[in-house]
């Protein structure tokens, strides 16, 4: 049986982007590896990874496109789910994040929001679905 175990974003300091997503939604740190080149948040079920730029290069010789504030936004997004999408935005907005899309009700009736995180990877912010 094959398990959806984990996401790994490749970004510039680990350290600095676990520390985000600590401040902006309350995930705890799992662990940071020693030298800053690995670390993990619990985060529910899922567990939310990081990579620096050097390792992720390290183990994709042919490269990757990085993910930056200045470019639009990958094809994939990271989703949190909450019962209150404005407070949540707002929390997150103090601690970095840049507000993309403001919530807005959808017709079957759940809420989302875009946001993206300090190294511009898409986050969606949405009520729980039914």
Do not use: H
Request: aromatic residues 12%.
């Amino acid at each position: 049986m094959v398990q959806f175990g984990y996401t790994i974003l490749y970004v510039q300091d680990v350290t600095k982007s676990i520390e985000f997503y600590e401040k902006a939604f309350g995930f705890e740190r799992k662990f940071i590896a020693p030298g800053n080149e690995y670390g993990e948040l619990n985060t529910g079920t899922t567990t939310l990874s990081f990579a620096s730029i050097v390792l992720a290069s390290s183990n994709l010789k042919d490269g990757f496109l990085e993910s930056k504030l200045a470019n639009k936004p990958f094809a994939i997004e990271i989703g949190f789910v909450t019962d209150d999408v404005e407070q949540t935005l707002k929390v997150a907005e103090n601690a970095g994040a840049t507000i993309i899309q403001p919530p807005a009700q959808k017709p079957w009736g759940q809420t989302v929001a875009y946001a993206r995180d300090i190294d511009g990877f898409l986050i969606e912010v949405c009520t729980p679905m039914g």
